[in-house]
């Protein structure tokens, strides 16, 4: 029998383990309300907080910076949608959407790695590239989302009644669209909160993992304990899974609330 | 009807794919047994891998000396078969299941929500990975195909509730009131009114899927989360490690990105540039067959 020294995982279905083991983890989380340890032997909830503390900047200036620069870009595609840069406008939209996140991922790690005479340090865990670097990364897909989004709503705006009367009345070109087109396209460009929130979350995880930065996403990773080496002694926390997961929630949540907000807004308008 | 670029250029960019896939293997230049060459001699110097760009190895090998071009083709059939199979198995749960929700009650409606609420509340590459460590699944020997199978279940939700809003949308419609004023049966609604109003959207939705999918493999390779059951092989310390044992661009990029911090940043970037390629091809042709089913719209 190797079995004394040597456990050979099967991944055989034991209910009575599982079973076992849920309980247990029940029992702690009832008893002493708290999520268990991580293999550190650290408590959860502390663990939990400070990666998503980790990762909270990011994800909302990766938000912040795909309204921002998005909406302008989309402006720019629809305006250059009738000449013949319209390929430069919206086809490198496309084009940065459609390309794999780790592409470029890759490519701006291997960039920044080895021009080291930049300054920027990609592995920083302090100062502003901390905040910066992932930010930016996470927002590269949201900007040309949002913009896609933003030029095919004002596209959709064009040749309605009110537009118009706006014209006819002799408001200058540029009022029709700021004031006119641009606030009802922009709430409706609002609604795609939820779903752009979602994907930066997504996002998130390798841009932690290629930079080596336990936020929430690659925490969770790391809690999963998914290592090609199986090691005999179980590296997966339980607690921090559902700890992060909680959070992921949370997060979901505030998105789809905000997103809510902004769809009502645009149907009281 | 101004010519469709987009259309023709993803339909040929699709079709070298494919070709490479059916009868690259063939082509005398490919190593098919894809052997291990850890040194070589030439002229007369001993060389070691992994070796530099040469007509020899038109994009590098890999540190064991597997030629990176061989296995960029070989590994192309079995990545668009999991592309594939992956794809079609959540347009084949997720069509059915959305039209069936399309009213927004019954058990499938009550279906459709609970999975989209379950693997909604974590992103879905971290559900994928967390559905991929379960010990059952991790160390079953089947497990390419639950992980296909837990790949199309984490988006099948969002399949269906894409359906089941545009059926509801279309269940608006005029000529819908009239097929069933006329009293027709829900067959023959289905097959005569739903899926040709649906189809279009769903046919370019697909070949989106198709990219995401692919993607979605590319990001599972970078965690090296592996696809294939692969062997597990004596480690260290009385550990198993698992060595990779199947050739989709996935597991090759899991194969050679821990040697990113080597500085062989080339040899990652080979399965990357394949998967960029596949996913622009399934992209442009998503995008040229929409901008095919608007023209056809329009004409009528």
Redesign the interface.
Known sequence: MTKDYWIIPDGSLNWHEYGESIRTYAANLFAHGSLGETRYGESVGPVVLAALLESLPVIFGALLAGFLFGIPKGMLDYALSRTRFALLGSGTTWLMQALPDFFLLLIARRYLLHHQELGIQFFARAGWEAFVLPTVLAAIYPVFYIARVTSASIASEEGKMYIQTARAKGLPERLVFLRHVMSNAAGRVLTHFMPVGVYILSSLLLIEALRNVPGISYRMFQAIGYNKIASSASSVEPGVIIGTALGFMLLTLVFQLIGYLARRRVSVQ | MKKNVLLWTGAAMLALLLLIALLGPYLPFIDRNLKEVRFRMEDGHLNKAPYPLSWQNPLGSSKFGVDNLSRIVIGARVTLLIVFAVSVLRYAIGIPLGLLARRKRGAAHALLTWLNQLF???????MT??L??I??????GGRLYWMIGIMALVETGRVGYIVSQQAASISQESYMEAGRALGLRPLRLLKAYYIPALLPEMIVNFCLDL?KV??LI??LG?????LNP?S?EA?M??????VNTAHDWGSMI?DHVSD?GVGR?AS??VP??A??YA??AF?LLG?GLRRHFNGLGRGK
């Open positions: 909604s509340s974590v992103p879905a590459l971290l990975v967390l991929a460590a010990p059952f699944f991790l160390y079953s990219g692919l993607i590319g990001q970078v965690l090296t989360v592996y692969g597990a480690g310390n009385n550990e198993f490690e698992f899991s990113l940043f990652v970037m990357v540039c998967i960029v996913v622009l992209n995008e």
